[in-house]
């Protein structure tokens, strides 16, 4: 069955880091382009970050910049999301995505997600 897992989020102070962790099963992550994508309370859903199969392009929205750092580890086969100098704005729900018919990172074409992970900046 293939399948993402986000994990790592939770409750941190602005300014504070949190890493998000996508675990993939039922198929080999490093073949696949792998985005993050955020939904805020009462807001669409937008991508924040995106890594191809070759590492070789990524993607950040321009609020992230600096600040959040997408990497992978295909010994685990597990795409990760580095968030420092957090920012109330950026609390949301964070998934992971990936399209298995190519390398897309928009959003339309991403066949499997995760369940999503909770982050919450707020003092």
């Known amino acids: 069955q293939v399948q993402l897992v986000e994990s790592g989020g939770g409750l941190v102070q602005p300014g504070g880091s949190l890493r998000l962790s996508c675990a993939a099963s039922g198929f080999t992550l490093d073949y696949y382009t792998i985005a993050w994508f955020r939904q805020a309370p009462g807001k669409e859903r937008e991508g924040v970050s995106c890594i191809n199969n070759n590492d070789l392009i990524t993607y950040y929205r321009d609020s992230v910049k600096g600040r959040f750092t997408i990497s992978r580890d295909n010994a685990k086969n597990t795409v990760y999301l580095q968030m420092n100098s957090l920012k109330p704005e950026d609390t949301a729900v964070y998934y992971c995505?990936?399209?298995?018919?190519?390398?897309?990172?928009?959003?339309?074409?991403?066949?499997?997600w995760g369940q999503g992970t909770l982050v919450t900046v707020s003092s």
């Open positions: 995505a990936t399209d298995l018919d190519g390398s897309s990172c928009n959003q339309g074409d991403l066949e499997v």
